[in-house]
Each structure stands twice: as C-alpha cells, then as structure tokens.
C-alpha cells in the first residue's frame, strides 16, 4: 500500500522561497541531493500545485549538471504527476495531468485508505447539519454571515457536491471563531503564510479537535487562500498576546 507523503526544502525559519520568489537559493550540495534522491526515488506519482510544479518542470529537460542532478532529472521523469490547478492550461512535460480541483475522490483513488474530512466554521455549518442527518439542509443568511470565513458562508450544499461529500468524505468537523484565528496565527508563526479565514478553517480542525479523528500517523490540513485585508490580520496577530 502507498504511503501519501508532503515534503519540501525550506529554510529553518519555514521559507520555501526569497523575497523575489526566487527558488535558486535552496541550491543543494552533491552529498544533500543524492540523499534527495534516494528519498524521492520510491515515489511513484508526485502531486503538485501550479507554482511547484513550473518551478520543477525544469527536469524535464536538464541533463547537463552532473551525475547526481541526472540521476534525480530521471527520477522525476519516470514519476507520474498531478498539477492541482485552475489557472494552468497546459503541461510541458511527459507523465503530467491537470486537475482542477484538489478533491477528496482523487486523494481515495490514490490511496484508498486515506480517511477525509471536511471543516466549516460552527456558524455556518449546513453541510456539517447536512452530513448528519443524510440529507441537504438550509441555514438563512443571517446565520452563515456570522462568521469571519467568508468564503465559507453558503446557505446550503449543492445536490452533486453533498453526492460527492457523502461518496468519499468520512466526516465534517466544525470550529469556532476562536479557533479559526488561533490558526491563523499558527500558521503565520510556523511558515510564514498568510492565511485567510476560510483558508485556516483545516488546521484549526487538526489543532483543536484530533480527537474527533481517527488514530492516525500523518495528517495534512489544506491551506488555501490569502484573501484577508492588512487590517484584520493585524487584529488577528495581535490579539490574545499573539
């Protein structure tokens, strides 16, 4: 059975790239990337967003850096790769396919053992209502508005999106205001991402309430989403002693 593994090289201060978006200075030494090497050689499909994988595609064609670069260009040829995104129309390599969304059926089909969970915030949470009772609820806009993720306030789940929740999702937790910019301001600290609202809804799941999960060895919460003004997220960051 596969292991589902997330990797990246990052500074010690949880940096993946410079201030110019620049990649080049992770440059490894022979001794590091043949190491490198060696942990990504098992990996039989590689999954990446747009971004990571215009910065990676550059193996698709360089031969000329010595034994060990040739060694990890063949690696990464032989994977099989995914690119999670909207705004990518087109591949330039060999093994690579699109896909648009980053969704729950793909990640079963890839490992079927993976248990998936959705996330909404307590004061819009119809699809966790939804998920309960087996069947689509409505919650009015008064309700939904509530909360600070605002892109996360529907009033109902869709007919084919609760098919596909109910298919291949094992639950739906949900989280309190609090807990959502508790987790913002983790995820800010330990990578230096800037989260929004709904963005940070998933680790604040997988910080307050693991409990509600199955044992497990790995977990990964999806990050996504930077739409917060300058303003709320220096309420956030400052608020409680941050």
Known sequence: MANLVYSAIASADGYVEDEQGKFDWGALDEEVHAFVNDLERPAGTHLYGRRMYETMVYWETDDGQGAVARDYAAIWRAAEKVVYSRTLQTVSSEKTRIERDFEAAAIKQLKPSVKVFGVEPELAGDTAASFRIGSIVEWPAELTSRTMADGLRTQSVGVRNFAHIQRYVDGIITVSEAEI?????????????????????????LLFHADELPPYRKAV??????????????QVLTEAGA
């Open 221 to 234: 919460a999806i990050v996504s989403g930077g739409n917060v003004s300058i303003e709320q997220l220096g």
């Open 181 to 205: 910019r508790a987790a913002m301001r983790a995820i800010v600290m330990a990578t230096r991402l800037v989260p929004e609202p709904s963005g940070a809804v998933a680790s604040a799941a």
